[in-house]
């Protein structure tokens, strides 16, 4: 089983749609990362989180470490919003920048 | 500043060329990091310096040689390559963590093709 796991692997919306994107984990972590990557591109760190909620412009992030489960939400979704979105867990117990990366979720919005 | 630039975007080199990959932070961060991304797969943890002292090497081939001058730069020094070296490479920086994980903030990466 795979330490993290996100879902759904692809999504496809209409310009204006609001979007999930949730991730699940069976390991202890210290903190969750959601990461934004553009094709060919770097990387772009959207939230860290180790309890809660965050919230910057249309991007909202939440955690619960009870059920071990994180959700990205995009609201009112544009079609630059399209990227793979990656869930990182930091690990208790891992070694400094060995993140445990998620598959990726690829969003596509239309116009 | 809230950036980290790495140079040069795109490389291609042969396979008996020597190049370097440059990363540069003004953040004040003292951790650094190499990571390598093939296509469609997450990134992998190459190697990690904190306040400019090597602490994590993952068992990366020696024809991959970090470098870190001083507190604001990171180089891959690139000698003897193999095409399946072709990848991204990514820089990151973040603040020294205690036991709780820093912000990583990530470069563009760097293109590589080896011919």
């Not at chain 2, 975007?9 to 953040?27: A, D």
């Not at chain 2, 997450?42 to 470098?67: G, Q």
Request: hydrophobic share 35%.
């Amino acid at each position: 089983k795979n330490e993290v796991e996100q879902s759904p692997q692809n999504l496809t919306a209409q310009e204006g749609e609001f979007i999930t994107i949730n991730c699940s984990y069976s390991v202890g972590i210290s903190a969750l990362h959601w990461l934004q990557q553009h094709p060919g591109g770097g990387i772009v760190s959207l939230f860290m989180l180790s309890s809660g909620k965050k919230k910057h412009g249309r991007l909202i992030a939440t955690i619960n470490i009870q059920e071990k489960h994180s959700s990205l939400h995009i609201t009112a979704s544009h079609p630059r919003d399209s990227a793979v979105y990656i869930c990182a867990l930091s690990n208790y117990g891992g070694s400094q920048g060995n993140l445990i990366f998620g598959k990726g979720t690829k969003l596509s919005v239309k116009p | 500043d809230t950036e980290v630039t790495q140079t040069p975007k795109h490389l291609v080199m042969g396979m008996t060329n020597k190049k370097s990959l440059k990363c540069e932070q003004h953040m004040g961060h003292r951790a650094m990091y190499w990571y390598k991304q093939k296509a469609k797969k997450p990134p992998e943890l190459m190697f990690v310096y904190s306040y400019e002292k090597l602490s994590i090497n993952e068992s990366v081939p020696s024809r991959f040689s970090p470098e870190c001058p001083n507190s604001s730069l990171l180089n891959l020094h690139l000698h003897a390559l193999q095409p399946e070296d072709s990848a991204l490479y990514l820089c990151a920086s973040s603040h020294l963590p205690g036991r709780v994980a820093g912000e990583l903030f990530f470069g563009e990466g760097s293109r590589l093709t080896v011919l």
